[in-house]
């Protein structure tokens, strides 16, 4: 909202130093989004009529002007073509400080002096024309010496672009705004009457007539008749006004209209009255599939439920005697009964609709106007009086003959009953935490309109203009809100509040950071991937009924919820490798989505409307997911950086599991490699929480990495390491042997086909209880080894916490683990 | 009965085609065959360019029957080539397998390299270490919600104007425009008080991170899908004095001893009274400069005394308990920390910026 300081001073004394405004506006909560200076610096500019022309040796961008400003001839040189002798230009004369603190000095140029700058419209801050000098040669009253802003008729101003909060409907208007500001300066308000003749005595015509048949969506409908109209411009200063404000000037009978919207904030309607049956106006609700062509010649349809909750197509009209539509309540005019040149005679609206019924129909018809969007907020139904009169006041500036149908015709539907909030003045310190009583809160509102009564016990009554303000019990916040505003929220003090309990993370989120730290350590980085893919991408390999779509995507690109981590991240290696940054090992911490259809526990709850229904929403899980995709990375390198990162986790003993069974991995499962991957699962529970191993290279490549690069995967289902059955029970610290260990190391040839982890869990089995510890710690396969097979070499250790081993021990454990082996077809070396 | 076209006998041809497609036992055998029966030097390819000497009539038969043959061959071709390429991708799959029990953790290279935390992550928990120290609780929710929780338990009712505030991205799932993708994190509070008033376990005093996502064209400065951190206190006795308290130790704590913050009134549909938020300019320290628009105040989020509507919406006693939210954008304290230029370098990953941080 564009506010003029001259509008302003209209109503009140006010100060007019902008930089107190500026931040009183702010401390009111009516933010300051700039300040515009009009006429700034024009104060030395004057007119010149040049003299004569002529060029200078050896310049050909620059020529010698010499003009009449009113005094001796004075030279300055200028670089603009577009004049010639006779013509009268602005003049910034030495001295002269133009707009951007530039200023202007005496000069010399090419052996030429220079006595001031002749000036385009753009550099006075006059529009946005740089092509040449302002011609003033043609504008009245433009002689030698006259200054530029008397001549044009500028008088300097200050416009605020002011952004009235959603809750503050009596704030959008200049009325509004001084109101607050004059509270809050202590200084008084005055609305001044724009004619002498008072419209009371003009000569009546015969009144108009309202009704009302939708009383809950119209609360006042107020219609009035007048003759004698001719319809013409504005005087200057009302279309000053108007563009002050951001609007064009249409005309009189318009600008009016939008003048009185403007200051008083009441959007009113002018219906040519000819086009009308009668002088009759009513509102009711459009009946269904109703149309009416609008002021922007668009058809509309009416009556006509919305999409989403609360819109059941509840469409508030305005029509004539003959029960035709003419209007879109609040929203816009008809194009039929629409003010034109020829119009001699009027019946004007003014009236104060459901807020909630005009923005469901706006938002419905997509169809946003100055009056919608201050119905929206909430229109004083008591203003609507007032608002005619001063109409016709504008009115009469350009329409002698007027004569208007006193009084207004008035239908009243629900009126909503004076709003008193009562509570104990106690009631707002325990709110606000400022020691308030009944005088001190009376001093903060009565400026405001509020009428304050009572001492430990308030009555505080709410002014109509003031329908933000909600009926008891809420608005007693609503009422604090308006005491801690006009006590100034930059005054107020700061309090600390402590309570017993401690601040801490939950387990969850520790995990989660743990997570993190431990996969930076190892050497990769965390990246942030989106949430929104494209559908095709989310079904991959889980089918369309598995793919949570968005109804209004940006972009079909960016259609669905995404169901796993894998395909962004691959898209990241691509990214980097296009910009040749191979070295990318990424991880990512995230939440995938499964439709509700096909998830196996589906989350519930509560939706609809006043939260009575039930809702089935997708099930989220947190992955963890890694993608190495560095130098020589493949799914060895995804197996190692488990085996750093489990003892991290607080779960117990894991086997991996090959090939990994992908029923029981759901999303996490996808785009492994069949023969390099394997599932993590734990040994005492059997649950199944993670993968390990390598991307399939038919994934890889639809990811648009070509560089044949392996990329080693790492995945963990984050939700499942919460369980209670995964979680260890926190460990017994185990003690240290003070006597020495034997050593023992066996190799082994084995047949590919079983895995070296068998061969291992039959070494432990057979090792007994004094073995300490079992590591594979070397592997073979050429020379000497039969093909389809390799030779596994484990170090096995062995101690006592009493005693020192012998080799009599030792020998009879190495004897039977080669036993056990050799039962899976093991031969040692 | 065989067709004949030329001298070529067409029943014999593809019968010959067939039982060479059928014998080719890779993809590149089978390229050979393709070549051999319908490249452009087969008897197919010679045949047809013998039609220069036939009738109209005798062209058109002639080539619809031609037609015929290579549409068959090319069918027995692709379907032979994918059964190949499967059985060729299987065999390099089987000759790639690996026993990931037998690797040896201690053979694989570890680069000297540490990682980088995402700038964003690394931000978020920055910011819930400071709440923790100030007895916060953090807690988490679901990135879906209904209506319910998004919009119409914040005192924000279906159809209200107020719901232009956010651009919503709806779901495919339920009625129209009943489940959203949440526009803030504020459902998370109707959660906690939704929770603590069915286990009778109010105060809350928690703070809540996540994602969030607004239906908003991507520019330099904004992202559709960013990350917001919200704060709740439900209480005894908790004041707008105590917000503005909290206020002031976060800022501090959080930006530096130098920062000061302020409150301006504003308008949210689930606080009452509502303020903006704002702190000191770290560009100008105050003084006043194009970023802070010459007031020597950056904007930092949006906060307020929880409106009794809301309270009353989760059945919490609003005469016994009061409380306070606030919230504001993660990622605006990393762009206002780094001065990024350009947000969209959050998402793109590119290596040069993830490892700045
Ligand atoms: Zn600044």
Redesign the pocket.
């Known amino acids: 909202m564009l506010v003029p300081l001259s509008w302003m001073l209209s109503f009140a004394p006010l100060p007019t130093d902008v930089d107190l405004l500026r931040a009183t506006f702010d401390d009111l909560g009516l933010v300051v989004e700039s300040v515009e200076h009009i006429g700034e610096g024009l104060d030395q500019i004057v007119c010149a009529k040049v003299t004569d022309i002529s060029a200078i040796d050896g310049a050909d961008k620059v020529r010698k002007i010499t003009v009449d400003a009113g005094g001796a001839p004075l030279t300055i040189v200028c670089g603009a073509w577009n004049f010639v002798v006779g013509d009268v230009v602005p003049l910034a004369p030495v001295g002269a400080v133009l707009p951007g603190d530039f200023v202007i000095a005496k000069r010399k140029m090419r052996g030429v002096e220079s006595n001031g700058m002749l000036c385009s419209a753009r550099e006075l801050g006059l529009g946005g024309d740089h092509a040449g000098l302002m011609l003033l040669t043609t504008v009245e009253g433009a002689t030698p010496g006259a200054a530029i802003a008397d001549v044009l008729g500028i008088t300097p101003d200050v416009i605020f672009e002011l952004s009235a909060e959603g809750n503050r409907p009596d704030a959008w208007s200049i009325l509004g705004v001084v109101r607050d500001l004059a509270a809050r300066l202590g200084v008084p308000v005055t609305v001044p009457a724009l004619t002498d003749a008072s419209i009371a005595t003009a000569a009546a015509t015969s009144p108009a007539a309202a009704s009302i048949a939708a009383p809950a969506f119209c609360q006042r409908l107020t219609v009035t008749a007048a003759t004698g109209i001719v319809v013409t411009d504005s005087p200057r200063f009302i279309v000053d006004r108007l563009e002050a404000c951001g609007m064009r000037a249409i005309n009189n009978v318009v600008d009016a209209s939008n003048y009185v919207m403007l200051e008083l904030g009441q959007p009113t309607h002018a219906y040519d009255a000819h086009r009308l049956s009668g002088g009759t106006l009513g509102v009711r609700l459009a009946a269904p599939q109703e149309t009416i062509t609008t002021l922007d010649e668009v058809a509309r349809v009416l009556g006509v439920p919305g999409r989403g909750l609360g819109d059941s197509g509840e469409d508030v009209v305005i029509v004539d005697g003959d029960d035709v539509v003419i209007g879109i309540a609040g929203v816009m005019g008809g194009a039929a009964t629409e003010i034109h040149d020829g119009t001699t005679a009027l019946v004007l609206e003014a009236a104060s609709f459901s807020p909630m019924a005009i923005a469901r129909t706006s938002k419905k018809l997509g169809l946003r106007s100055e009056a919608s969007s201050r119905f929206e907020r909430g229109v004083d139904p008591n203003l609507a009086g007032a608002a005619t009169e001063r109409f016709f006041q504008v009115l009469r500036l350009t329409c002698p003959l007027l004569a208007v149908g006193w009084p207004s015709a008035v239908a009243e539907g629900d009126v909503a009953p004076v709003t008193v909030i009562t509570a104990p003045v106690g009631e707002f310190t325990r709110l606000l935490g400022l020691s308030l009583d009944a005088a001190t809160v009376e001093r903060l509102l009565a400026p405001l309109g509020f009428a304050v009564a009572g001492d430990a016990i308030l009555s505080i009554t709410v002014p109509s203009n003031r329908p933000d303000i909600r009926t008891m019990p809420f608005g007693v916040a609503d009422v604090a809100e308006e005491i801690v505003r006009t006590y100034g929220y930059t005054k107020l003090e700061r309090t600390f509040p402590s309570w017993s309990t401690p601040g801490s993370l939950s387990a969850a989120q520790r995990r989660r950071r743990n997570l993190r730290s431990v996969l930076c350590g190892l050497g990769l980085d965390e990246v942030w991937t989106p949430t929104l893919v494209d559908p095709a991408v989310a079904a991959r390999g889980l089918g369309d009924e598995a793919v949570v779509r968005l109804t209004n995507p940006l972009s079909a690109e960016e259609g669905a919820l995404r169901t796993s981590l894998l395909p962004q991240m691959l898209a990241a290696i691509a990214y980097n490798a296009d910009r040749r940054q191979l070295e990318t090992g990424f991880f990512e911490l995230g939440t995938v989505f499964e439709h509700p259809a096909v998830a196996a526990t589906p989350r519930t709850t509560k939706a609809g409307g006043g939260g009575g229904a039930v809702a089935s929403l997708p099930m989220e899980r947190t992955h963890l997911l890694a993608t190495l995709g560095r130098h020589g990375d493949d799914a060895a390198t995804a197996v190692a950086m488990f085996a750093e990162l489990h003892p991290t986790l607080g779960l117990g003993p894991y086997r991996l599991v090959q090939p990994a069974p992908l029923t029981d991995l759901g999303p996490l499962g996808l785009g492994l490699h069949p023969t390099r991957s394997a599932a993590v699962v734990c040994v005492a529970t059997g649950i199944t929480y993670g993968v390990v191993g390598e991307v399939d290279p038919t994934v890889v490549a639809l990811a648009g990495v070509h560089d044949g690069r392996r990329i080693g995967l790492l995945g963990l289902d984050v939700d499942a390491l919460a369980t209670g059955e995964l979680a260890r029970a926190v460990g017994e610290a185990i003690p240290v042997s003070k006597f020495p260990s034997s050593e023992i190391d066996l190799a082994f040839v084995l047949a590919d086909a079983t895995p070296a982890d068998a061969l291992r869990a039959a070494l432990v089995a057979a090792a007994g209880e004094h073995l300490s510890s079992c590591v594979l710690f070397d592997v073979y396969r050429g020379t000497g080894v039969a093909d389809g097979s390799r030779s596994l070499a484990f170090r096995l250790q062995f101690g006592a916490l009493d005693r020192t081993l012998t080799d009599g021990d030792v020998g009879a454990w190495r004897t039977s683990c080669i036993d056990a082996a050799a039962s899976l077809g093991a031969v040692l070396r | 009965m065989g067709v004949t076209v030329g001298t070529l006998d067409l029943d014999a041809y593809v019968g010959a085609a067939d039982a060479a497609i059928r014998a080719a036992s890779s993809t590149d055998a089978l390229d050979a065959v393709a070549a051999e029966y319908l490249g452009k030097k087969s008897q197919l390819a010679l045949v047809q360019r013998t039609f220069g000497s036939l009738s109209d009539e005798e062209k058109r038969t002639a080539g619809a029957a031609l037609q015929q043959v290579r549409s068959t061959l090319d069918g027995a071709i692709s379907g032979r080539r994918e059964a190949l390429a499967a059985a060729e991708r299987l065999e390099q799959l089987e000759a790639d397998r690996l026993d990931l029990t037998e690797v040896v953790p201690a053979q694989v290279r570890r680069p000297l390299r540490r990682g980088h935390q995402h700038l964003i992550s690394q931000t978020q928990a920055e910011l819930e270490d400071v709440f923790v120290g100030m007895g916060f609780t953090v807690a988490d929710g679901p990135e879906v919600e209904t209506d319910w929780y998004n919009f119409e338990a914040l005192n924000i009712p279906p159809a209200h104007p107020a719901r232009g505030m956010w651009d919503t991205f709806y779901l495919e799932l339920g009625d129209p425009e009943t489940v959203v993708l949440r526009t803030h994190t504020s459902p998370v509070q109707v959660h906690l008080m939704e929770e603590a008033v069915a286990n009778n376990t109010l105060p809350i005093h928690a703070v809540m991170p996540g994602r969030c996502f607004r239906r908003d064209t991507p520019d330099a400065r904004h992202l559709h899908t960013f990350h917001q951190i919200e704060g709740l206190v439900i209480d005894e006795g908790i004041t707008f004095t105590d917000l503005a308290g909290v206020i002031q130790t976060f800022t501090t704590a959080y930006f530096g001893p130098a920062m000061s913050s302020r409150l301006r009134p504003a308008f949210f549909p689930f606080t009452e009274p509502s303020a903006e938020f704002e702190i000191t300019?770290a560009?100008?320290q105050?003084?006043?400069?194009?970023?802070?628009s010459q007031?020597?105040w950056?904007e930092l989020g949006g906060c307020g005394m929880v409106d009794p509507a809301v309270l009353d919406a989760v059945g919490i006693d609003a005469t016994r308990y009061s409380g306070f939210a606030f919230g504001f954008g993660i990622d605006r304290c990393a762009q206002m920390r780094y001065q990024i230029a350009d947000m969209r370098a959050l998402v793109e990953n590119d290596l040069r910026f993830v490892e700045q941080f």
């Open positions: 300019c560009i100008c105050g003084a006043g400069c194009r970023t802070c007031t020597g950056i």
